[in-house]
């Protein structure tokens, strides 16, 4: 045995097994790290792509314009009252009008024409002005600086998201002169071949592009082009302005009758932008404003205060009632087969989907207690429902991870069973309990299936105070929006989601916090 060839271990077969083991254990190390590279990729893929997604609603494009707020037309039937003056939508929105009329005086001339300038703003745009002036009175007989959001669909083509448009510099434009069409002006351009090629090209795909020519504030519409020579139609502003003007040309690959914005609205909003009106500003109105028919005028507010009016409700019953249950169940109850019973219930009760919990909400608290529709005391009573298995099962095992020592040396000096538990043994389990809590809270936020069946999925376009008001949910308010045809719901429904995984975030980084600074390890 002291020659080491005759040393079982050091065997030609026992250091094969030995290179099998070290193989295998590099393997499974192996195995562990691309699991977890794909998980963190997934991760950040989904993070960024709806990252991505959501930066289009972080800002959006205003109509800046200076407004004098007569009495005539804010009070016209002279009632001062803060409701007459929100509810007069028409009289605030024919200011807006008529002060971009007398810019564009071509939108009055046909049915066409005025369709597609009403289409430039919405009605409703003007409300968080009526509200303001209803708030602050003195304002009206004054004039005052004001942001008008523009519709979704313009606001979605200036941001270059539909429909998407190429801008070319083609050079100065040489004076025009009139061709024989009524309205159509001849004019040459330098370095049109650059736009002649970007034609060729989306023509080969079957698309016939529209080609705007714009020049300061004057937008014309390309009808033919030939050797450098440009028949011209003129949509807004005067053929003057293309006089030796430095022009520059936006392709639009698709058809108009294909567009959801027309090609005059386009040319009102590039005429704008190129006076300095339109302005592109920070989204606030997200997070400010209530829910709306129109993407430019909705926000989550009310389903903000909704889902934490919601999540109140919740913490209120569940968290109080599953830690009972589990000190109960845990340190008090008698180890006999009606306790084995309600365990194996309650660790089955965990796993029934949460729309079922919904039904039941729906059947017993609306149409047996009649509580109200829509509020967040019934959305706060179901998910309490649907995590309590958690929290009982949580805070069980947090109790079972204090040493029995602490019970046996709580006893041994004369405290009852129950000083014990409430005095050495509670306090110790707590933040493990409270980290359970947390993380059913946190499920209960994300939940929608439940909130859609007790009715939260209605429209709210106020802030609810209480309880019992009409309110939504961030989740419902996502499925929601993400129901929309218009394309303009789509950044706006990623941001609510951005929203929502922050708070996500920030009750995941609440667990970890207390579970380093409370968290005793045995």
Do not use: C
């Not at 004098?68 to 039937?77: A, G, K, R, V």
């Not at 003007?126 to 523009?150: C, F, K, M, W, Y």
């Not at 009715?455 to 308010?477: C, I, K, N, Q, R």
């Amino acid at each position: 045995m002291n020659n080491a060839q005759d040393n079982p271990f050091r065997s030609e077969k026992a250091l094969k097994r030995l290179r099998r083991r070290r193989n295998a254990d590099m393997r499974f190390q192996g195995y562990g790290i691309v699991a977890l590279g794909f998980a963190l990729f997934a991760l950040v893929f989904l993070i960024s792509a709806i990252a991505w997604k959501a930066s289009g609603a972080s800002t959006y494009h205003v109509i800046r314009v200076d407004l004098e707020l007569s009495p005539q037309t804010i009070l016209p039937e002279g009632d001062a009252s803060p409701e007459e003056i929100t509810r007069n939508i028409e009289g605030f929105y024919s200011l807006v009008r008529n002060d971009l009329l007398t810019r564009f005086p071509e939108a009055n001339e046909t049915v066409q024409s005025k369709r597609a300038f009403s289409s430039l703003i919405d009605r409703m745009a003007v409300l968080p002005l009526a509200r303001e002036v209803a708030n602050e009175p003195h304002l009206i007989g004054q004039t005052t600086s004001v942001d008008v959001p523009l519709s979704d669909d313009v606001d979605m083509f200036l941001k270059g998201a539909a429909p998407r448009a190429i801008f070319l510099r083609v050079g100065e434009a040489s004076s025009p002169m009139r061709n024989a069409e009524e309205g159509d002006f001849k004019i040459e351009v330098d370095r049109l071949n650059k736009v002649s090629a970007k034609i060729a090209a989306i023509g080969q795909h079957g698309a016939e592009p529209t080609v705007l020519l714009v020049a300061d504030k004057s937008v014309g519409r390309i009808k033919s082009m030939e050797d450098g020579d440009v028949i011209l139609e003129i949509l807004t502003g005067r053929q003057d302005q293309f006089d030796g003007a430095s022009v520059k040309a936006v392709i639009i690959p698709s058809p108009e009758d294909q567009r959801s914005v027309s090609d005059q609205q386009i040319a009102w909003a590039l005429s704008l932008k190129a006076e300095g009106v339109i302005k592109r500003v920070p989204h606030f109105s997200l997070l400010t404003h209530t829910d709306s028919t129109y993407p430019e005028l909705a926000g989550a507010l009310a389903a903000l205060v909704g889902s934490l009016l919601t999540m109140l409700v919740t913490a209120a019953v569940s968290i109080p009632m599953g830690i009972f249950a589990a000190i109960f169940l845990e340190e008090f109850a008698p180890k006999n087969r009606l306790t084995q019973i309600i365990e194996v219930n309650i660790n089955n009760l965990a796993a029934v989907p949460s729309i079922v919990f919904g039904l039941l909400g729906a059947t017993l608290l609306l149409g047996t207690f009649g509580l109200p529709r829509s509020a967040p005391l019934v959305g706060g009573l179901v998910l309490a429902l649907l995590i309590l298995p958690v929290v009982i099962i949580a805070a069980r095992a947090a109790l079972r991870a204090v040493p029995p020592s602490i019970r046996s040396g709580a006893l041994a000096v004369g405290a009852s069973r129950m000083q014990a538990v409430f005095h050495h043994v509670l306090p110790l389990a707590l933040p493990g309990m409270l980290t359970g809590a947390i993380l059913g809270m946190a499920r209960a936020l994300g939940e929608t299936a439940p909130l859609l069946l007790i009715g939260m999925v209605a429209f709210v376009a106020e802030v609810p105070s209480s309880t019992t008001d009409e309110a939504t949910a961030l989740p419902v308010l996502i499925y929601s929006w993400a129901s929309n045809a218009e394309r303009a719901w789509e950044p706006m429904t990623a941001a609510v989601i951005v929203i929502l995984l922050a708070i996500l975030v920030l009750m995941n980084l609440a667990v970890v916090l207390l579970r380093r600074k409370f968290e005793r390890r045995w």
